[in-house]
Nanobody, 122 residues
Framework: QVQLVESGGGLVQAGGSLRLSCAASGLTFSRYSMAWFRQCPGKERTFVGVIRWTGSNTDYADSVKGRFTISRNNAKNTVYLQMNSLKPEDTAVYYC???????????????WGQGTQVTVSS
């Protein structure tokens, strides 16, 4: 059974930082691209960033470029999202997801975590 478990969310002031983690089990982690998405109440889930299974490529939404960084540790089956210079508009539930292949299409992701809340106060 595949499980993705996010952690590290919380409340932070604007300009602060948080690091999210996503621990994976039940899949061959090193064969999956891993991505982060986020969702605000009443809105669609949107792409934040993705890292290729090898760790050799990353891509980000324009709204987070230069502020967020995705990394992974295949030995620990874990992907990270380092979030710096946080803004109130970054407030959302953040989800990690896994897929074969690579990209930002929500519908192409096979496995999802339960999400972790990030709240940025102004």
């Amino acid at each position: 059974q595949v499980q993705l478990v996010e952690s590290g969310g919380g409340l932070v002031q604007a300009g602060g930082s948080l690091r999210l983690s996503c621990a994976a089990s039940g899949l061959t982690f090193s064969r999956y691209s891993m991505a982060w998405f986020r969702q605000c109440p009443g809105k669609e889930r949107t792409f934040v960033g993705v890292i290729r299974w090898t760790g050799s490529n990353t891509d980000y939404a324009d709204s987070v470029k230069g502020r967020f960084t995705i990394s992974r540790n295949n030995a620990k089956n874990t992907v990270y999202l380092q979030m710096n210079s946080l803004k109130p508009e970054d407030t959302a539930v953040y989800y990690c997801a896994a897929r074969y292949g690579y990209g930002d299409d929500t519908n192409k992701y096979d496995y999802w975590g339960q999400g972790t809340q990030v709240t940025v106060s102004s």
